[in-house]
């Protein structure tokens, strides 16, 4: 209800000395808080004390990601076999976790809870991932590349002094068999 001009409202933070209320109060600090206030009229009638405890949540809600699969680094890029998948945990002690986003391929953001693909197509990812706690502080967003694997090796093999008979490669004893093996990455 709108404050009636006859009538004022005093309060105390945390027990420090009680002021007349004009404007909306603004805790900034994490911690436990305790308002305490009463109304007063011209005449001097005094409302009981009444309380409040509002604790303030100045942290953002901390998030974990990983891709679970085999995998294997490269240079500065990891690779995963097909099927591989994501899995992310947030936690908020204070207000708690209200939900966390992925975004991949910046296809935009969706809650994890639609996100249940598995990452089976052979192609470069581009994920980007962050939670959002009950009071709305967003955590650190983290961003990653990984690439889907499903390519087999290529495998050549060359002997030295080679000739064919009928087709059959013959070789002396002092040929060389050399086999090497190579990956065609895109």
């Known amino acids: 209800k709108e404050n009636n001009l006859l009538v004022d ?3 105390s933070i945390n027990q420090s000395d009680f002021k007349i209320y004009k404007t909306p109060i603004h805790l900034n600090m994490a911690r ?3 308002i305490t206030y009463k109304a007063i009229d011209r005449a001097g009638n005094e409302e009981d004390l009444n309380a409040i405890e509002v604790f303030v ?3 953002p809600p901390t998030l974990s990601v990983r891709v679970d699969g085999k995998s294997f680094k490269n240079k500065d890029l990891v690779y995963y076999e097909p099927g591989s998948y994501i899995s992310l945990h947030a936690y908020d002690n204070e207000s708690g976790v209200k939900d966390v986003f992925i975004n991949i391929n910046n296809e935009g953001y969706l809650p994890i809870d639609y996100f249940t693909e598995k990452f089976k197509e052979p192609k470069l990812y581009r994920v980007q991932a962050l939670a959002l706690d009950n009071v709305l502080s967003k955590s650190k967003e983290y961003s990653f590349n990984f690439i889907v694997d499903s390519q087999a090796p290529v495998v050549t093999t060359r ?3 080679t000739v ?5 490669p013959i070789c002396s004893s002092i040929s060389k068999i050399n ?6 990455w895109e």
């Open 32 to 34: 436990k808080n305790i």
């Open 164 to 168: 064919y008979s009928n087709k059959l």
């Open 159 to 161: 002997v030295s002094n």
């Open 179 to 184: 086999i090497s093996a190579y990956r065609d």
């Open 57 to 59: 949540d100045v942290n």
């Open 9 to 11: 409202i005093e309060y």
